[in-house]
Nanobody, 120 residues
Framework: QVQLVESGGGLVQAGGSLRLSCAAS????????MGWYRQAPGKQRELVAV??????NYADSVKGRFTISRDNAKNTVTLQMNNLKPEDTAVYYC???????????????WGQGTQVTVSS
């Protein structure tokens, strides 16, 4: 099974920035859709941003502040988070739709999660 390795989480003050990165631990055949979800204490996991060929989508709460991008050659996804707010505090999870081989249907995989904490 593919392991998605996340990095970039941490503690920042309100108004600060963080950049999250996610990459597959092994080479894969193709990654179709990549995205970031987050889960705050007492809440369900929610979509933050997703990127697929020809399109990106953001949660309303992060529009204008977060930017998702991908490097197709390296099969990585990055979430640039600017003007962070305390309500952005959550565990952030990378998600990707991955085809491991040329034959077979792609599946969704999850990263282990990285903590983002924004102080007032």
């Amino acid at each position: 099974q593919v392991q998605l390795v996340e990095s970039g989480g941490g503690l920042v003050q309100a108004g600060g920035s963080l950049r999250l990165s996610c990459a597959a631990s092994v080479r894969v055949f193709r990654i179709n859709t990549m995205g970031w979800y987050r889960q705050a204490p007492g809440k369900q996991r929610e979509l933050v941003a997703v990127i697929s060929p020809g399109d990106t989508n953001y949660a309303d709460s992060v529009k204008g502040r977060f930017t998702i991008s991908r490097d197709n050659a390296k099969n990585t996804v990055t979430l640039q988070m600017n003007n962070l707010k305390p309500e952005d505090t959550a565990v952030y999870y990378c998600n990707a739709n991955i085809a491991l081989y040329a034959v077979g249907a792609p599946r969704y995989y999850w990263g282990q999660g990285t903590q983002v904490t924004v102080s007032s």
